[in-house]
């Protein structure tokens, strides 16, 4: 297996880069995409206040992004995109 594969369950599987967006303005920092990033980049904000009035989420550690888009889905407000880039 090279750099650009990994083995899941047997299977060989190509990596994916993700890069995750947030609608920092309509956040209402509810932190539900917080509890399901399986890699635990995503977090509240707590040095920035919003035009509602919320600490948004925010990922600092993008490169740590696998793009399984758990944040967007998990989302009630659907301020988040997600978008997965084939390495």
Known sequence: MDDLTKSIGGVIMAKIKGTVTFQ??????CGLC??????????????????????????????????????A???????ITVEREKI
């Open 24 to 29: 920092e303005d309509i956040c209402k920092g």
């Open 34 to 71: 917080v509890s399901v990033c399986p890699t635990k980049i995503i977090f509240l904000n707590t040095d920035k206040i919003n035009a509602k009035g919320y600490h948004p989420a925010t990922v600092e550690e993008m490169d740590k992004c696998i793009g399984c888009a758990n944040c």
């Open 73 to 79: 889905t998990m989302c009630p407000d659907v301020v």
